[in-house]
């Protein structure tokens, strides 16, 4: 559970911000609103849903490492969020009288933000803010009611299904509290503080060290191979080889997490695999973190490994006697090695790097020519150890106590005990495939209170989703479900809903939004700025699941995976005014 003292300062806001509601609650309307959400739900349970949106909307908006050193005095005792000020202000949320002033609440925020961060619009982050918090509210069966009338007699009539959703908020908060305790959380304010030239080479990577990292138990033999690599041979490179889902990014972000390391997370999907990608963001990082005097980046930074081997001299030369100098590299099998002559090695990584220099590199078991006459060690997660097989069960008796799957426990009459090891020999030993699984047992998905039913191994899984969701109704499957998906499956990077409607070639945009939802768990979705409007792209979740698709009959038989990717690159080339950046 999140920090009491975090929940604690939550808790205080909340009730600040409800008397200021309450006292904002004029007018018929807004009153009678107000006196069913008192008498349907009670002063307490009121109260701790406004607590856990609160909450809710501080993680959605810490969606960036800029955010991550924006967010920190929010959570503070006497942050911003406990003035009355501000209470007022986000008090008319709940009462709809009218819109928040941003102007107060930005004033309060950045005078609480130590030492001051450059080149921050605090209106527009408070904007953001009070979006996210609007959103929350709206999401708990508390507040619903005020928002829709309607909704008052559709909400469930006892209070444990609205303490389930008040749980699982609190639940998902537990990983940013997590996060602003991390070494990385000391490497965003650097990164903050650092001139921009130098942050817009960085990508950002919160999203995904949130996301991997959020359960994250076992790996203890991993880790301590990887300090006593580092003590024995002083640097080099330490290779984690696994099977696709086996946990090797996420390994990657607890790395990045605890350290606050530089780092780079190649993905095909995400369009973020070039070699000057890679040599460009660890080189901006390591100015950041170790404080390098560079205002911006030498012109040649992305065209060859000289920059990054000079910076990465430069920054052990800062270091402690017995330190090292970490960089995480994951998934360099994704790497885009389609520029490279023969022998050269993906992402331009250095051959040798300095003395005292660990770069831990994760891959799956592909031939990869990465670095010859250098110290390295390589550490294989095989499915069937008794090391993977002990992190399995020790992440299922984790998430059998979730809300959630509590009360799917308890609906199905199911033995937690024979759960777990079922579920742990289902899986085959493979963390992505209990990615997928759970959640399917919690919506109910499958009403069984043991496990002979689920399909063995990750790959038996995606076949059999495949095929549940292709026989509902395969006219519509062929006509414009299955070319969304291989759109995705080969979109060079995330795309938005106008784009993907355009290489899917299914004009009906509702139909294509409607397939995003339908296959949302096996989808990665991000926001960004396209001219000056906040646009959702999508891209394939996971690796795995991108092969798995291009290995389908269906798809290699029925579908011209080339004149696909040709269409793609066609309209990219020709400046659609679709092109997301």
């Known amino acids: 559970m999140p920090d009491p003292l975090v929940v604690s300062a939550l808790g205080i806001a909340a009730a600040k911000i409800l008397d200021a509601a309450t006292s904002q609650a004029t007018g018929a309307v807004s009153s009678a609103a107000w006196d ?61 009288n009218r819109d928040p002033d941003l102007g107060i609440i930005a004033a309060a925020w950045a005078a609480s933000v130590e030492p001051p961060v450059a080149d921050v619009d605090f209106e527009h982050e408070a904007a ?19 928002f829709d009338s309607a909704a008052l007699d559709s909400i469930a009539d006892s209070t444990s299904a609205a303490a389930l959703v008040l749980e699982e908020m609190e639940e998902r908060f537990t990983a940013l509290v997590e996060l602003l305790a991390s070494g990385f959380a000391t490497a965003s304010r650097h990164v903050a ?15 995904i060290i949130e996301d991997k990292t959020r359960d994250f138990v076992g790996r203890s033999m991993v880790f301590a191979a990887i300090d006593d690599f580092g003590r024995q041979e002083g640097g080099g490179y330490f290779f984690v080889r696994g099977d696709p889902g086996i946990g090797k990014s996420s390994i990657a972000a607890e790395l990045v997490q605890r ?14 695999s070039p070699p000057r990608a890679f040599l460009e963001n660890v080189s901006a990082q390591l100015v950041a973190l170790h404080g390098l005097p560079y205002e911006r980046l030498p012109e040649r930074a992305g065209q060859d490994v000289g920059t990054l081997m000079e910076l990465l001299t430069q ?6 006697p017995d330190d090292r100098l970490l960089v995480v590299v ?31 590199v994760t891959m799956q078991n592909v031939p990869l020519h990465v670095t010859r006459d ?4 390589t550490l294989v997660l095989e499915p069937g150890s008794q090391s993977n097989q002990d992190d399995i069960r020790e992440y299922l008796e984790r998430v059998f106590r979730r809300a959630r799957m509590r009360a799917y426990i308890e609906s199905v009459g199911g033995d937690v005990a024979a759960m777990i090891e079922g579920l742990a020999a289902r899986s085959a030993g493979n963390f992505m495939y209990l990615h997928h699984v759970l959640p399917e047992l919690e919506k109910g998905t499958y009403q069984i209170g043991d496990v002979d039913e689920l399909p063995n191994g990750l790959v038996n899984y995606y076949r059999s989703h495949w095929h549940r969701m292709r026989g509902v109704d395969e ?26 409607c355009r290489f899917a070639q299914v004009d009906d945009r509702r139909r294509v939004q409607a397939v995003v939802e339908e296959w949302r768990a096996f989808l990665h979705d991000d926001v960004v700025e396209l001219d000056g409007v906040p646009t959702k792209r999508f891209s394939i979740y996971h690796r795995s699941f991108q092969q798995f698709i291009e290995s389908l009959d269906e798809v290699a038989d029925g579908v011209d995976r080339m004149a696909a990717m040709r269409r793609m690159t066609a309209i990219l080339l020709a400046g659609s005014p679709f092109v997301d950046p």
């Not at 250098?374 to 060690?377: E, L, N, T, W």
Request: with cysteine; glycine share 6%.
């Open 193 to 207: 503080s650092a001139g921009a030239e130098i942050r817009e080479h960085i990508r950002d990577a919160t999203s």
């Open 475 to 500: 006219a519509a499957w062929f006509a414009y479900k299955q070319p969304v998906l291989l759109a995705l499956s080969v979109a060079p990077r995330p795309i938005s809903l106008d784009l993907l």
């Open 374 to 377: 250098v110290p390295s060690r």
């Open 128 to 146: 953001v803010l009070v979006a996210s918090f609007r959103d929350a509210v709206r999401n708990t069966d508390s507040f619903a009611p005020r």
């Open 330 to 360: 994951d998934a360099l099998d994704e790497a885009d090695s389609s520029q490279l002559r023969p022998g050269q090695n993906p992402l331009f990584l250095p051959e040798k790097p300095p003395t005292g220099v660990v770069i831990v």
């Open 36 to 96: 069913r959400l008192w008498s349907r739900f009670g002063p307490d349970q009121v109260g701790r849903a406004l607590r856990a949106a609160l909450g809710d909307a501080v993680k959605r908006y810490a969606s960036s490492t800029d955010r991550v050193v924006l967010v920190a005095p929010l959570l503070a005792r006497r942050g911003p969020l406990r003035e009355t000020s501000v209470a007022a202000e986000l008090g008319q949320v709940l009462t709809a």
């Open 259 to 272: 350290n606050g390391c530089a780092h780079h997370f190649n993905s095909r999907a995400g369009g973020v």
């Open 315 to 320: 920054a052990t030369r800062r270091l402690a």
